[in-house]
């Protein structure tokens, strides 16, 4: 079974009631925390559990040391996929507004935590969900605790020390998730320092996406990573992007194109940063 899957929003109406399905709703905004929680409370896809980016998908920030959304501890994420109903043969389907981007960093943990068989995402998200003419509800999840056992695997994240050591290496690919702008360090919204990680190559995650919101198709996904990684191995890919978050996307996104899971730099910009003796890099 693929590590990467989408599920239509029609799949997903006809599987609601399905034993075992769980559902987690990763709405999320970052100039507005609490955007995700009120607009659940507003209406969400029957049966959804809510799972908070900052909350549950993240650990603890250190200023001046972590990113901006650290790695959760194991441990306290492995209890709240519990509490949210998931077992190890749980199917799960993840959603956010759309682009996909909370949800995929959902993914990600679960991968991380070796649960790498049937996870899905909502191809579309919400907007494809309402486009359908699908309900929403109100009513609160009605969660049997679940019996999820995993741990995490150091393989699939790269610290930043090791990234730095590696930072010249032909063979490596590293791929940045923000958009252009940001990238080249022509803007900066977010972050105190603008620029780029030195030999990154900008991988927006948007274009990811077709002009309806949904993944590209898998031919045009390989095409575009294929150029990405030119010559090179995808075992030695790596994506960051702001602070862990949207390198998820890509990550994602290369799964469904058919490539190996790559690696993570979790801490991504936000942490680089941190420290005045790692490079950074302007322009394209």
Same mark, same amino acid.
């Given at each position: 079974m693929p590590i990467a899957q989408l599920i239509s929003p029609h799949a997903l109406e006809e599987r609601r009631s399905q034993p075992g399905l769980v559902i987690l709703d990763c709405r999320f905004a970052l100039e507005d925390p609490d955007y995700g929680q009120r607009s659940y409370a507003e209406g969400h896809i029957a049966g959804a559990s809510f799972a908070d980016l900052e909350r549950d998908l993240?650990?603890?920030v250190t200023k001046g040391v972590t990113g901006r959304h650290p790695l959760p501890e194991p441990e306290a994420?492995?209890? #709240?996929?519990?509490?949210?109903?998931?077992?190890?043969?749980?199917?799960?389907?993840?959603?956010?507004? @759309?682009?996909?981007a909370y949800a995929a960093r959902a993914w990600w943990l679960l991968a991380w935590?070796?649960? #790498?068989?049937?996870?899905?995402?909502?191809?579309?998200?919400?907007?494809?969900?309402? !486009?359908?003419?699908?309900?929403?509800?109100?009513?609160?999840?009605?969660?049997?605790?679940?019996? &999820?056992?995993?741990?995490?695997?150091?393989?699939?994240? *790269?610290?930043?020390? !090791?990234?730095?050591?590696?930072? @010249?290496?032909?063979?490596?690919? *590293?791929?940045?998730?923000? !958009?252009?702008? #940001? &990238?080249?360090?022509?803007?900066?919204?977010?972050?105190?320092?603008?620029?780029?990680?030195?030999?990154?190559?900008?991988?927006? &995650?948007?274009?990811?996406? @077709?002009?309806?919101? #949904? &993944?590209?198709?898998?031919?045009?996904?390989?095409?575009?990573?294929?150029?990405?990684? @030119?010559?090179?191995?995808?075992?030695?890919l790596v994506a960051y992007c702001g602070s862990g978050v949207t390198a998820c996307h890509n990550l994602f996104a290369l799964c469904l194109a058919g490539y190996p899971l790559g690696r993570l730099y979790a801490g991504s910009w936000s942490e680089w940063i941190n420290d005045p003796q790692r490079g950074v890099a302007t322009g394209e």
């Open positions: 993240s650990g603890l994420l492995i209890e #709240r996929l519990k509490a949210w109903g998931i077992d190890n043969d749980s199917d799960v389907v993840l959603y956010d507004d @759309g682009p996909g935590l070796g649960k #790498r068989e049937g996870v899905y995402i909502l191809d579309g998200g919400l907007k494809a969900w309402h !486009a359908a003419g699908l309900p929403l509800s109100l009513d609160p999840p009605q969660n049997t605790r679940g019996t &999820f056992s995993g741990a995490p695997d150091a393989s699939v994240v *790269l610290s930043a020390q !090791a990234l730095q050591q590696r930072l @010249g290496q032909s063979d490596m690919t *590293l791929l940045d998730a923000r !958009a252009l702008p #940001r &990238f080249k360090g022509e803007v900066e919204p977010i972050d105190p320092i603008a620029g780029h990680i030195p030999g990154a190559q900008c991988a927006a &995650f948007t274009e990811n996406l @077709g002009a309806d919101g #949904r &993944f590209l198709p898998v031919d045009q996904l390989k095409r575009r990573f294929a150029e990405k990684l @030119g010559e090179r191995s995808p075992t030695d």
